[in-house]
C-alpha cells in the first residue's frame, strides 16, 4: 500500500469511529429525554425536604483581627529563625 491509500483509510477509519460516537451520544440524549419524561411525575416523592443554611464558619476566637494578629506572629518568627 502506498503512502496516500494508507492516510485515506486512516481518515476513512477516523471518520467512521467519530460517527459510531456521535450516533451513541445522540441515542444517549434521547434515552435520558425519555426517562425524564417518565420519572418526572414521581420527581416529587424523591427530592430531599430543604434544610435550613448552615451558619457560617466562625473562627475559634471569633475575631479575624486575632488570626491576622497571630498570622503576623508566624512570620516573623519564620523569619527571624533564618
Known sequence: ?????LLLNGVKLMVLGMGVVFAFLVLM???MN???KLIKPFA???????KAAPAPA??????DADLA???V?????FRKQK
Open 1 to 5: 500500500m502506498s503512502d496516500g491509500e
Open 29 to 31: 440524549v434521547f434515552c
Open 34 to 36: 425519555i426517562v425524564a
Open 44 to 50: 416529587g416523592r424523591f427530592e430531599p425536604p430543604a
Open 58 to 63: 466562625r473562627s475559634a476566637s471569633g475575631n
Open 69 to 71: 494578629a497571630v498570622a
Open 73 to 77: 506572629a508566624a512570620v516573623e518568627l
